[in-house]
């Protein structure tokens, strides 16, 4: 249930699901659900600030040794926090160490603000997703634990079957579209009490199911631009977000964007 005064400031924690991938502008960043809610809460606060310290490709160890400190510096209103997923997508992933870190960053961040946000991830359809799923449950099980010990709200986009929908996730299988974006954030949005806008949870129409050989055309793009480069990435030791900096590394006032 929201209070009665307005959330002032917003710091955004995670990788690329937060970062905003793979919600693209026209001029090639992305922008994503975390951009999304802080627009909106701007167009209601004047003054609005909001940080985005999310960077792609970053697992849980990362996120807690890069971003946890910093944003809970920054005493905002409201911080969420998204992580692990990435964890659980590598051949080897010892889950003991990612609630531990889990736990670590949530017990740092939810004294530091007013209300701390935790999100059961979507997952998408699909043979991949099938072969991780067992650790994906875990992980949001022990989610939900983080957030009854330490007061935080839990966003469950994981138990949404629109968010399946293969037609809200891009052509990576990894990363929603703007449409699935847009309709995190509302769920964000409703979570921290504030009015509905429209239902994020309704589901799309029936689709038309493309043909056999149209299939097979979008495996082999999806294979060749994106699976093959994630495994080379997973054998090398590299991530896709090296060297890469945080979108929004202060936490400032937020302009509206025009529509």
Known sequence: MQMNAPYTSLVAVGDSFTEGMSDALPDGTYRGWADLLAARLAARTPGFRYANLAVRGKLIGQIVDEQVDTAAAMGADVITLVGGLNDTLRPKCDMGRVRGLLEDAAGRLAPSCRQLVLMRSPGRNGPVM???????????????????????????????????????????????????????????????????????????????????????????????EHLVPWIGRRLTGRSSGDGRPPKRPELLPYEVPAS
């Open 130 to 224: 099938e072969r991780f799923r067992p650790r994906m449950e875990e992980l949001f099980s022990f989610v939900d634990e983080l957030a009854a010990r330490h007061g935080a709200l839990v966003v469950d986009l994981y138990g949404a079957p629109v968010l399946a929908d293969q037609r809200l996730w891009h052509v990576d299988r990894l990363h929603l579209t703007a449409e699935g974006h847009r309709r995190v954030a509302e769920a964000v949005w409703q979570t921290l009490g504030l009015e509905a806008e429209h239902d994020w949870r309704a589901m799309l129409p029936p689709a038309v199911r493309p043909g056999w050989a149209a299939r097979r055309a979008g495996d082999l793009r999806f294979a060749r």
